[in-house]
């Protein structure tokens, strides 16, 4: 069974820096693609960025980009989302994704596997 654990969040002030981690376990972790997403109150859920089984490919959403920096260990079955340069407008509750397949995407319906989420919250 694939499980998805999220740590890092937490109340930062704008300006400043998180780095979110989810540690995945139940399947082979390099054949599969990772992604971030986050869902603000009274908002749907919004893609951040993604990451190829291979690490290789690399997408982000248009709003963090420059900012956010996803990255993966596949010998740890880790990935990461370095937030720098943080906004208000970042707050949210932040998902870490497992992909259907090797390929990233930047799609929800493609991700098979969620985790519980971790709270990122940018004050002012």
């Known amino acids: 069974q694939v499980r998805l654990v999220e740590s890092g969040g937490g109340l930062v002030q704008a300006g400043g820096s998180l780095r979110l981690s989810c540690a995945a376990s139940?399947?082979?972790?390099?054949?599969?693609?990772m992604g971030w997403f986050r869902q603000a109150p009274g908002k749907e859920r919004e893609f951040v960025a993604t990451?190829?089984?291979?690490?290789?490919?690399?997408y982000y959403a248009e709003s963090v980009k420059g900012r956010f920096t996803i990255s993966r260990d596949n010998a740890k079955n880790t990935v990461s989302l370095q937030m720098n340069s943080l906004e208000p407008g970042d707050t949210a509750l932040y998902y870490c994704?497992?992909?259907?397949?090797?390929?990233?995407?930047?799609?929800?319906?493609?991700?098979?596997?969620w985790g519980q989420g971790t709270q990122v919250t940018v004050s002012s």
């Open positions: 994704a497992q992909g259907n397949s090797i390929a990233f995407s930047g799609a929800a319906r493609s991700y098979d596997y």
């Open positions: 139940g399947r082979a972790f390099s054949s599969y693609a």
């Open positions: 990451i190829s089984g291979s690490g290789r490919n690399i």
